[in-house]
């Protein structure tokens, strides 16, 4: 879960590279679909390696870890300036930080009571509820018809042994909560320069969290290799996707990359069947292609209108 309105690999006030640019040399040499995809992986990877830390952590302490990495490493190249900012930038920023606590701390929730592959179904909802809002052609409530019908083939109508009542409701906060983000992230994009604008959003972010997630992980939280994975989290679910996806922005048009992004939910069930041994049945697989199949149909439907 990363921010799309933002696409300036440079902080225009210091000059210092972002970090995309960290990657850019080898990213080059990389079409820019590949890359799409290579981000794809990487946050499916980290939301497979946090779910393997809820066996010795709780949700709320795996989160912090993760978003405390990535204020840590996404500070350290996109300082954000706090000098002049009117009070307007102020709640734009604070907005966002809390936004993106909140959507972690939800998705991470609904992570621990659901296969990888429906909770990011279901909190896929959040961009294709913005895309179709946008739009509002009469076509678009095909697509909402065809995400509905996803929900519904998830939910445990008579039971289920993998699916919970309550990892659906949290991963539908967590879809409210990337909904929010996208549309927090376009303001903040327009307040504040460069990347700097998700550098402030993350510290406040790991500010928001730190109470919770210190008080639930405890002592838990100094164990050194639990660190180490806690970084590769971070570094896996936000500092290497949104590299990636920055240099694939410059290179490729927006509405293939959305195209490319409506992949996340199978690529998610993908990654929980190989790493995690996450099981699927039939319906379920098909739920989750009824809303890949949503995003992909209001994505190219939206460039057809152009």
């Not at 279901?122 to 018809?145: N, Y």
């Not at 969290?209 to 405890?218: D, E, F, L, N, S």
């Not at 922005?249 to 790493?275: D, T, W, Y």
Request: charged share 10%; glycine share 12%; hydrophobic share 55%.
């Amino acid at each position: 879960m990363t921010a799309f309105a933002l696409d300036d690999p440079y902080d225009r006030g210091s000059g210092l590279p972002r970090p995309g640019s960290l990657l850019r040399g080898a990213a080059d040499s990389i079409p820019p679909s590949g890359l799409v995809v290579l981000a794809i992986f990487s946050v499916q990877l980290g939301a497979g390696f946090a779910k393997e830390l809820f066996a010795a952590l709780p949700p709320s302490a795996v989160v912090f870890l993760r978003i405390t990495a990535g204020a840590l490493i996404m500070g350290a190249f996109a300082r954000p300036r706090l000098k002049g900012l009117a009070w307007r930038d102020w709640a734009v920023g604070l907005g966002f930080g809390l936004t993106l606590a909140l959507m972690n701390l939800s998705f991470y929730e609904a992570l621990s009571r659901l296969p990888m592959g429906i909770a990011v179904a279901i909190e896929f909802l959040g961009p294709l509820g913005v895309a179709v809002a946008a739009s509002r052609r009469r076509v678009d409530l095909v697509w909402v018809g065809l995400a509905a019908a996803g929900v519904a083939l998830l939910a445990p109508w008579g039971g289920s042994a993998t699916v919970q009542w309550a990892g659906i409701g949290f991963a539908v906060l967590a879809a409210l909560g990337w909904a929010a983000y996208i549309l927090l992230s376009a303001a903040a994009g327009r307040r504040f320069p460069g990347t700097t604008g998700l550098s402030f959003a993350m510290i406040v972010s790991a500010v928001v969290i730190a109470p919770v997630g210190a008080t639930t992980g405890g002592a838990e939280l100094l164990r050194p290799e639990l660190l180490l994975i806690g970084l590769g989290v971070g570094l896996l679910s936000s500092v290497i996707p949104y590299s990636l996806e920055l240099q694939a922005l410059r290179r490729m048009p927006k509405h293939v990359f959305g195209i490319l992004m409506s992949l996340e939910p199978a690529v998610a069930a993908l990654i929980g069947v190989l790493l995690l041994s996450e099981l699927l049945h039939v319906q379920q697989w098909a739920a989750i292609i009824c809303i890949v199949a949503a995003s992909l149909g209001s994505t190219r439907a939206a460039q057809r209108v152009k």
